[in-house]
């Protein structure tokens, strides 16, 4: 009797469950759609790290040129080097990079660690700026921020406590979800919110490394004084053209 009722019940769920796995498809299948939309999608298995649009003493007091150096010309150069290694040798290095976050579950964990390593630094190089050139937040950008965090301090807060509390090493970022919302989180290591095994996927506007190799130097393990000296640093100009370029690739969907 009671494996009758066990059959009966696995017979009246089945379709539920099925229709649950369509959605999740529907849901994969959407996201590598909206990459597909995002100028970054021209990084490829096989990219180049770009010149940086400042010099290495640039961001000083807030980051110093020691940091800069070695952060640019030993870290990023390796990550860059070995996601060329790595996607050769997987035969993948044709693909969009992009494209392999979306599928990321599929390839070598060497492809996800400089793949991410790769992609991240070339955001951060970019969101930051001397404290002369950093720009303002663009209205709708703002107006998206406030109602989302209720203002800029607390959005503020939201992100520092975000970067203050990854444990060990990974990112904070702020990025916009599926329906245009944007949001807070953290990952570890070098993943990003574009990489479908993050648990919120988003496209990024804002990140922040909290790797020691980031800070070390000059703040040693006082990892909370760089997260709040890095506001004074931040390309807001870069933040509103990124968030803008987010919406529209999610309005040609
Ligand atoms: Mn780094």
Redesign the pocket.
């Known amino acids: 009797m009671k494996q009758q009722r066990l059959l009966i019940i696995a017979i009246v769920l089945l379709p539920f469950i099925a229709l649950a796995a369509d959605n999740k498809q529907a849901k994969k299948a959407n996201w590598n759609k909206i990459i597909s939309k995002l100028p970054d999608y021209q990084f490829t298995g096989q990219s180049k790290q770009l010149p940086l649009d400042y010099s290495y003493d640039a961001l000083n007091p807030v980051i110093d040129s020691k940091t800069m150096e070695i ?1 640019y010309s030993k ?2 150069a390796a990550y860059t080097k070995n996601l060329n290694d790595a996607t050769a040798s997987a035969d993948i290095k044709s693909k969009p990079l992009l494209q392999l976050f979306s599928e990321m579950s599929k390839y070598p964990a060497a492809v996800r660690n400089n793949g991410g ?1 790769f992609y ?2 070339v955001l ?1 190089w970019k969101l930051m700026a001397p404290k002369s050139k950093t720009g303002k937040p663009g209205e709708k950008f703002q107006n998206a921020i406030n109602q989302t965090f209720g203002s800029m301090d607390q959005f503020k807060t939201s992100f520092s406590d975000a970067a203050k509390k990854q444990f060990g090493s990974g990112w904070a970022w702020l990025s916009v979800d599926g329906d245009g919302k944007l949001f807070v989180s953290s990952t570890p290591n070098q993943d990003n919110p574009l990489m479908s095994i993050t648990e919120k996927r988003g496209i990024p506007v804002l990140l922040i ?1 909290v ?1 020691e ?2 800070y070390y130097l000059q703040y040693q393990n006082r990892r909370p004084e760089y997260v709040d000296a890095f506001w004074d640093i931040i390309n807001w100009d870069e933040v509103t053209r990124r968030y803008e370029e987010a919406l529209n690739a999610l309005k040609t969907m």
Do not use: L
């Open positions: 952060h870290h990023h390593g991240n630094h951060f490394d790797w190799h980031a």
